[in-house]
């Protein structure tokens, strides 16, 4: 059973650009979180869905960020109009439905550097 | 959401058991008490969790008080490789419940 995938681990993108990050979550997993972690900062939640439907994006910023989990395929953190602060670790975890005591399982990560 | 208190930092000899305290005195009777840890700039490991009763598994031990008030996680032999931030966090079992992580403890394992 592969744990969760996310790709690409390394993303360089110039200001301005977009930047498209993957997560494919574990085998049997309908649940999947996004977090992002600023260089010596801790783990900021930004959003959590299950497939096709949101279920709490009170940590995403308003702006140029959006976040989606398709009935097929992997789920996609979309960062438009990347600016510098945008440079960050971005981490995704997977969960089976939210039952009482389950746990999340994380990515390696990927490194967005915006230059 | 109940919030949690660790030590900023923790030394611990190496061959030693590490224990690393966490404190939930707001908890809630619905909510988890999960640990993670993040070695360096890798993505996040679930370690265990636990609700009423002590927990083992094949990394660590989860002792929590009879009120349910903190908590310690046992390393009960350190290696070096266990040298990450460690996060204690408290969940409830309410549908739509995410992770919140706090500063979390830096352990050191020393030679």
């Known amino acids: 059973n592969a744990g969760v995938m996310q790709n690409p681990r390394h993303l360089v993108r110039r200001r301005g650009q977009e930047a498209r990050l993957r997560c494919s979550p574990m085998?049997?997993?309908?649940?999947v979180y996004w977090y992002r972690q600023l260089p010596e900062e801790g783990l900021k939640f930004m959003v959590y869905?299950?497939?096709?439907?949101?279920?709490?994006e009170s940590g995403m910023p308003k702006e140029r960020f959006s976040a989606e989990f398709p009935k097929e395929g992997p789920s996609i953190l979309r960062i438009q109009q990347v600016v510098r602060g945008d440079s960050a670790a971005y981490f995704c975890?997977?969960?089976?439905?939210?039952?009482?005591?389950?746990?999340?399982?994380f990515g390696q990560g990927t490194r967005l550097t915006v230059v | 959401d109940a919030k949690t208190t660790q030590p900023t930092s923790m030394d611990c000899a190496e061959g030693r058991a590490a224990n690393l305290p966490c404190n939930h005195s707001?908890?809630?009777?619905?909510?988890?008490v999960y640990w993670y840890r993040q070695i360096h700039s890798q993505g996040p490991q679930y370690i265990i969790h636990?609700?009423?009763n002590n927990e083992t598994n094949e990394m660590a031990s989860l002792i929590i008080t009879e009120d349910r008030k903190s908590s310690t996680l046992i390393l009960p032999h350190a290696t070096l490789r266990d040298t990450a931030v460690y996060y204690c966090?408290?969940?409830?079992?309410?549908?739509?419940?995410?992770?919140?992580f706090g500063p979390g403890t830096r352990l050191s394992v020393l030679p």
């Open positions: 975890a997977s969960s089976p439905p939210n039952l009482a005591d389950t746990e999340a399982f």
């Open positions: 085998k049997g997993h309908s649940h």
């Open positions: 869905l299950q497939k096709e439907n949101i279920i709490d």
């Open positions: 707001t908890i809630s009777g619905n909510e988890y």
């Open positions: 636990g609700l009423k």
């Open positions: 966090i408290v969940r409830p079992d309410n549908y739509g419940q995410n992770f919140v």
